[in-house]
């Protein structure tokens, strides 16, 4: 329960939080000779007044539902490798497959940063050693080229040689894999442009600037009350800070769920895990490959269409 | 007409919070002393200042219309049997849906608890014994592939094996029904994602921490007036809380439906009814598979083209 | 311009608010001893606090700005005839479109109530006699099956017999009727998912109390001049409610726009008519079956092409 | 720079306030004896209260972001000739173009009025003498029947003969043709259903009255300072309403752009000139029955391949 | 780091900000007599009660968002290459892909200025000569036609020759071609609608001029504290304005952000980079002249399947 929550995500800023207030009551109540508790007094009041006009929450609100909605058409559009390899009915559906890890992996290779190197370890084990070679010789394949479109072009070449062989049931398959094989491309390049055409980054800072800003404004403001006949009551406003954290706690919070929807490729619990996608792709691959090879038969051996099946063959 | 009504929703909580409000009148009118009056006085106030300046029903807003529009889009796009399965003219048809259930089942299996027995028994009961014992059996089947993709694999073979025996009406049948398959798996899967990749709990655990905060202060929160000549009124106020409660209304029964849209599986009146999806499903596979049997003329024996047919076919 | 203006949607609120503020006015202005008139201040003053604090627009604007997307997304998604019938090229036509008001209907008839009758008495008129025995026959039809379904059915099977008996100009019409029949039901279907899993009716009912809340609080707020010596000005705040009217007046607009945006199917004059649409249907019906029997040379009988046509075919 | 300027949208209303301001800051500081400037305080500070506690600007956002969207989504569905005519290979493609002005015109005849004669000449002139008196005439053409439906029947006719002619260089032309039209259809459909089912002009009129009335009350709310010792700065702020003038600013120009938006097309710079989208339909029609009878060597007499070509040829 | 920062975007602005209200301070302090002193007072204090009633946040907060809107689905339509010349399987690839700089270039015309001749010559320089004598001769183009249709135009009938000349793999492949050649079309008509058709700038123009608006209000606005035994903290308010420069800050950089989505093709580092997407086109264009001619065997010339191919063939 604990993974996952908003306690793990919050707890370290409401800690510091809740220190630097009561400090500031304690320098207020304890430290401070007369003069300057009246320039705390002054200044608070001052955070006071500022700390309820400041329409953030507004702004807040509109950034993370802009970021949320972003994420979501994002989560849609990913390319799976289902819709795209049960039809390459040829050979060439494993070693497309393969191919694949190579795009997905680029595309997030810029915002992934430490998972960066086992994932390219692993998706170079899928690649035979002369496909890895030419993917590397600065003489066969020109090193400006982005080598997934390098892949592309293997798999274009292949479906183009696949086609003029004659090996597919209907002329009319090679258009339909030409067509996947681009529209997984498109795919593929709107995740990329997705993580690299982001939200700027420039707003981003704004709007944890300006929650951190806010921080500070509610950690200063208080209100200082005429009767002084109720100490138990100011004490514990001084030293339990449940309000002010509270309305800190809410800007904090959805600032936080705004940042994770701008980067769903990092290492939190709710992000995309980019190694486990690798893994089903790698899964799927070898299932395809198998699933190519095997007969309805193969699985039920005893189907009533079978013995009728047979019949007719003869 | 109490069902589906708000009052049903938002009865028990209404309840606790007018206890509360009437509770502490009561505590600062007839239990405390002086001290403890003044003590409550500074609380109060204190409260109050707060419950004006939260920006919470920004959030809210902000929360509940992005978990609505999320769910819109999902119940569009949920996957019926209709459109799939007229068009698989050949026998396959019952087999497929049957198998649909599976599918469906295991997408909502996460979010449904009670229902999942019941479901999973009358979902096996449509599987003949042998497609149990495939299903079940490790040697089979690999039992780390999820259970779905290998009933769409069994599906692929079959249409496979249909269209190498050419029981299709044309060529262009076999792909259409591997694209409706494919089309259905991907709308399975969206709806998978929907309830996995759902809106963070982190999120809805903020949100809803956020409103019950509200509720304390709002309950604690109350005006002194100076003038003590109006009992009366002053009676009503403290003890019929109408004006605090309708505050904490509006904000609790949007974070109700809130939650409603994040988790549209559950047991409310207006959450997707997953069994009777499971029961429309059956009964639509019932109809399919009669429909395939029949002609035009066992339902209207005296068409007049029938005439014509017929003599046209002398 | 008094028809779908705003002034014969809310007038009859406007007077009840006026009345009842004026009365309230006069209460305390003539009827209340000094002890009455203080106990009303204190309640006044205490309303006049919360008819500020409640951030009921904010929900308004959410809810109604939710509903209207809704509807928008329906409104383009409503099923026409039009796209649907020109390309049955066969006889099928007028049938076709016979039936499909039965579906439209079915989809409405919960929401509709006044115009179901006539509607089904119309549309039963379409029917041929043998149709409508066999649709409400016990023994032909299953009576659990919704009556559409069948009519689609009926559809199918004459779309089948067609194809079987060679009557397409082209093979592929066939799969193209189907796809088109297909996507009519989707899009009947979606409009009766908007009808029936709508915004939940709790949300409604939560967002009309709270508005009429609202209302009856602002009815009572007013603040009380400590300066008596503008009687003018007073009486006129007193007597002409135009500030708190105005208050209300857009929150119950605005509501009442939401609640028209939440059911478009009802009797307004900007709701979708549904018998107009039902009119419509038939016409289109006519108007094809017309169609499909004419040659262009019926309308325009001295083309150009024609003589050159007419050696060709020499 | 003065065209599509806001202060062109804005300078009337603006100087309007202006003098109204002043004019009540005149009636208020020389005219009125002592009892008229009290009343006069007292309504003024009752205005002040109003004015800040209205959530107008919540109501008037998202009804501007909502016609905004509806403006954008239409925008990107408006039909262009040009996706279609390219592929009416047949010399259809001129006459085609000509009725679809009909059809765009009637779309928006309802909103823009002044110019529709206009159009409605030019768009007569492309027909020919023939095409005019069919239209026109009841015996030929069913007077209730939309214009526009009846030169797409023309358009289907003429297909259906040129399919059966044999004159598509495919057979499957044919079926892309109709498609084309079809979905043109729709287009124009939906066009008018954009401007037909539009926001309801209930719902403007609200947003505009609620507007006006804002006007009013901030032209009327002002504070008194106490202090009358600053006569410079009070002479400032009476008779230069900066700051209420630039409240109301914001409110009005946000109302006028979503009127705008609300309404395309109308006599507004931004709007969309259905004149000249005419003018280019006309003109795209001319450039494509050019093109039809143009070869490849008349605009590049000296390609590379024509000799290999008519070597292939002999 | 300093790049694409929101410091850099609001260095200038914040310092300014800074300078005017210090100045303001000092004035008021030092510089003025008694009476200057009072109207100044009078002044901020007026400021003061509009800088907080002015819902200048929820105006921007929804400019911005439906701007992004706008932005994110016109980045996902933006015509790329990449889906549109794999299949131009004819040697009509190379020129395609030359041509459609032209269109691109065209599109973002009117919103670059300074790029527009770089850009052109580059373009120019991928035309031949006689192409460019043909754009340019009007006797040969009418010069009134925009110049990205003729070279859609050239492609037609390019397209054209190859189908009647028999080029293609199948039929089929005609139509796809078409297809595609109008769907890039489409696309970069999209383009040019979004840079013409965008925001109104007279919205742009209210939103800017409100920003600005509030600034001067906010720099002038300040409250004055009865007592004046605190000056070390009334010398920090008055000469170090870190929260009115935040919350001019808030508003500004989020003006910031909508103005930049309104108009994506500028010289920001967030925008899209014009150049950098043509050089892009150009370097693909090269690459798929080059697949066209390649085989497979030219990369993995030690294949398994090539022995099998050669068996076969022989």
């Known amino acids: 329960r604990w993974k996952r929550s908003v306690y793990q995500l919050l ?3 409401m800690i510091v ?5 009561i400090s500031l009551s304690i320098l207020y109540k304890h430290l401070l000779n007369e003069t300057g508790r009246k320039n705390f007094r002054v200044i608070a009041e001052h955070c006071t007044g500022y700390s309820r006009s400041i329409n953030l929450m507004i702004m807040l609100g509109f950034f993370t539902s802009t970021a949320m909605q972003r994420l979501f058409t994002m989560q849609t559009t990913i390319p799976g490798t289902g819709s795209n ?18 795009i997905s992996l680029s595309a997030t290779k810029k915002t992934i940063s430490g998972s960066v190197c086992v994932g390219k370890c692993r998706c170079y084990c899928l690649l035979t ?10 003489h066969k394949t020109d090193p400006t080229t982005p080598r997934p479109l390098v892949v592309i072009d293997w798999m274009l070449l292949l ?18 894999n ?28 704004a709007v944890i600037l300006a929650v951190y800003c806010f921080g500070c404004v509610t950690v200063m403001a208080r209100t200082f009350a005429k009767e002084e006949e109720a100490p138990t009551s100011h004490a514990l406003i001084a030293y339990v800070p449940l309000m002010p954290a509270m ?3 809410i800007y904090f919070s959805w600032l936080c769920f705004g940042k994770a929807a701008v980067d769903p490729f990092g290492d939190d619990e709710d992000d995309i895990n980019v190694k486990d996608l690798v893994k089903s792709h790698i899964e799927n691959a070898k299932r395809l490959k198998d699933l190519y090879n095997r007969q309805l038969s193969d699985v039920f051996p005893a189907l009533p269409q079978r013995e009728y099946n047979d019949s007719a063959q003869l």
């Open 11 to 13: 707890w370290k800023h």
């Open 17 to 21: 939080y809740g220190i630097v207030f």
């Open 85 to 102: 390899d049960h039809r390459t009915i040829c050979a060439v559906a494993a070693l497309v497959v393969d191919f694949m890890f190579q």
């Open 129 to 138: 050693e002369e496909e890895r070679n030419v993917l590397e010789d600065p």
């Open 159 to 176: 479906l183009k040689e696949t086609f003029l062989q004659n090996r597919f049931f209907m002329d009319f398959n090679y258009l339909k």
């Open 178 to 205: 030409v067509d996947i094989l681009m529209a997984y491309k498109k795919s593929c390049g709107n995740t990329i442009k997705f993580a690299n055409q982001n939200i700027s980054p420039a707003l981003v800072q």
């Open 247 to 249: 309305q800190f706690f």
